[in-house]
């Protein structure tokens, strides 16, 4: 409700009246954007990040051939693809345990004090071998200074200087004069006038004409790493300070993190040693021993989600993608490995069809048995997925590779969502493509694609040639059929996520099926939906029949809707007959 002044006005006052706020119109959901599970160079681990163009995926997670997620990601942006969500799998220990041989782990080194204690840990920002080339420096820096304009007795807790520019509470400070130093870290900095507290105590006599002075000291930290650099200067090690060195590097370094390591060590002696260049050490990529459980992982709650987990919980993604799957066929040809990427497969699956509001798109390992592939594709029997086969030579680099195809078709399907879910993504050609890594004949292709293998045709370029889910029931067999439902099920839920707590009666089913009856009819006009009228594709029924006392009592509204897709021509018969003594018409 909005409140507003009447226009009647009568005695002076002050006078109000409400107006029903209406409810958002309904609009057509995002089915483009694209999850994305696999091992990358880098990154955040088992983290969904969001990303809205490659450059953004080069700086977060690097490149790497080792792997099919970069080139995966690298063509869905090349073929339409705007947004994305990727998250970063690797073979991890598990939850409170140090990290083996075998396991992902940072690059680090251990930074010991004056003294020789460990004062700071240094290390990669995440996971893998790619922190080792990584260098680091510290080195010691004075900051500002001042003098001392009364003198200063033993166990005394404040100093007034000639200028507080430059302290800061959390500073550390040296006090001295010819012969004596002291050192206190500051808690408050009034008008030329420093306190510390009673943990760095006085322990000598200072007298302003000696002179005293007082000196800010920080150190730097240089990071390094091919061609970036960063440098931070005038760090401090009291948590108290605005420049805390790893608070300060976690706001601002790309490259490191720091962890303190609480040093016993009195001041000043706790500030991290001078070191020369030194580079890290120890990090691993934890690929070799990735298992499915691994790109699976397992979701605990808010924050505690991992792998697969992370974006099925994401209400964002439509399209899932997991070209690392055929790793492990590649690893372990033979049963073993088919396992493994199956396994992988069919969670992509359960996720797709419990949550009915995505596709999986998956692939289909190198082969060139076709019987071979046509008994992995009919172990599933799911309206929620499409396979597609063969492989696609990209290139990358101006340098050919032989890459799965699930995620060039991610950006395709986007590129083509652009002009309605109800498109089907085929027949466009594959940007980055050059050639299929094997070409199957036409009778090859109506084999596989009668057993919804989705193919693809050399055409002005690589195009896919197949639009058929994995699904055995007629009314599921198109892509585009299945894509339309799930983002009918989302602009639906969205659109109606007001009529929560909505009075259940016939004014709130009123206004349901008036709503539900303009969005339909908007897809109608643009094709979406089959019938030369409304009355023909669709129907929507919210009323009291739906609704029943007892319904209502028990807290439900049901509104019954039927829509009527379009499916794709999937095949165009062209009859020629041949008159003779005249030209040959065809029909």
């Known amino acids: 409700m909005r409140m507003r002044p009447s226009a009647d006005y009568r005695a002076p006052g002050i006078y109000q009246s409400f107006d029903a706020v209406n409810p958002p119109p309904m609009s057509i959901a995002n089915t483009r954007i694209t999850g994305f599970v696999g091992i990358t160079q880098k990154g955040p681990m088992n983290e969904a990040t969001r990303l809205q163009n490659w450059d953004e995926f080069v700086e977060t997670f690097g490149v790497t051939t080792d792997s099919y997620t970069s080139d995966s990601v690298l063509g869905f942006f090349k073929n339409g693809g705007t947004d994305c969500w990727v998250v970063r799998v690797a073979h991890t220990a598990p939850q409170g345990e140090l990290p083996g041989i075998d396991h992902a782990s940072c690059a680090e080194h251990v930074q010991v004090d004056d003294w020789g204690k460990p004062s700071l840990k240094i290390r990669a920002l995440n996971e893998g071998s790619w922190g080792n080339m990584i260098w680091f420096r510290c080195v010691h820096a004075p900051g500002a200074q001042a003098l001392l304009t009364r003198d200063l007795d033993i166990g005394s807790g404040e100093a007034h200087v000639n200028s507080t520019r430059g302290f800061e509470p959390g500073a550390l400070v040296r006090i001295y004069d010819r012969e004596n130093s002291d050192f206190v870290v500051i808690t408050e900095v009034s008008d030329k006038l420093v306190k510390w507290g009673t943990e760095t105590p006085v322990n000598r006599r200072h007298r302003a ?3 005293t002075h007082l000196e800010v000291l920080t150190f730097e930290i240089h990071v390094a790493m091919r ?9 401090q090690m009291h948590p108290s300070s605005k420049n805390y060195a790893p608070r300060v590097i976690s706001q601002r370094s790309r490259l490191v993190r720091l962890e303190d390591l609480a040093t016993k060590s009195p001041v000043p002696h706790n500030l991290p040693d001078g070191l020369p260049m030194t580079r890290l050490a120890g990090g691993r990529d934890g690929a070799e021993l990735v298992s499915p459980e691994d790109f699976i992982g397992h979701d605990n709650g808010p924050g505690e989600r991992s792998g697969l987990m992370a974006l099925a919980v994401n209400e964002e993604v439509a399209l899932l993608v997991a070209p690392d799957a055929m790793r492990f066929y590649e690893r372990e040809p033979g049963p073993a490995g088919e396992l493994k990427a199956q396994r992988l497969q069919d969670q992509m699956i359960a996720i797709c069809e419990n949550q009915r509001d995505r596709f999986a798109i998956l692939d289909i390992p190198q082969t060139k048995d076709i019987e071979w592939v046509r008994r992995w594709r009919r172990r599933t029997d799911s309206s929620y997925c499409a396979y597609y086969w063969p492989w696609l030579r990209a290139v990358v680099d101006d340098k050919p590779r032989i890459v799965p195809p699930s995620g060039f078709l991610a950006g395709c399907f986007a590129h083509k969502d652009k002009e309605g879910v109800h498109n089907a ?8 493509v050059e050639d299929v890594s094997l070409r199957i ?4 292709i109506g084999i596989l694609n009668s057993d919804s293998v989705n193919t693809f045709r050399l055409q002005r370029g690589v195009r896919p040639w197949g639009v058929r889910t994995a699904s055995s029931d007629p009314q599921w067999r198109y892509i585009s059929v299945r894509r339309l439902f799930i983002m009918l099920r989302r602009s639906l839920e969205a659109g109606f996520a007001w009529v929560t707590f909505e009075p259940n009666n016939p004014r709130t089913w009123d206004v349901v099926r008036n709503r539900t009856v303009a969005f339909l009819s908007d897809l109608h006009q643009q094709g979406m939906l089959v019938g030369g009228n409304p009355e023909q594709a669709f129907f929507v029924k919210c009323d009291a029949e739906t609704n029943p006392p007892e319904q209502v009592d028990s807290g439900l509204l049901i509104c019954d809707i039927g ?8 095949f165009i018969t062209i009859s020629l007959v041949q008159t003779m003594g005249g030209p040959g018409t065809a029909t």
């Not at 970036?228 to 005038?234: D, I, L, Q, S, T």
């Not at 993504?425 to 980055?432: K, L, T």
């Not at 004949?441 to 090859?444: F, L, P, R, S």
């Open 209 to 211: 004409a000696a002179p």
């Open 227 to 235: 061609d970036r650099r960063e440098v931070f200067k005038g760090l």
């Open 425 to 432: 993504p085929a027949n466009v050609q594959i940007e980055g």
């Open 441 to 444: 004949t036409e009778d090859h």
């Open 563 to 570: 829509v009527a897709p379009v499916s794709p021509a999937e």
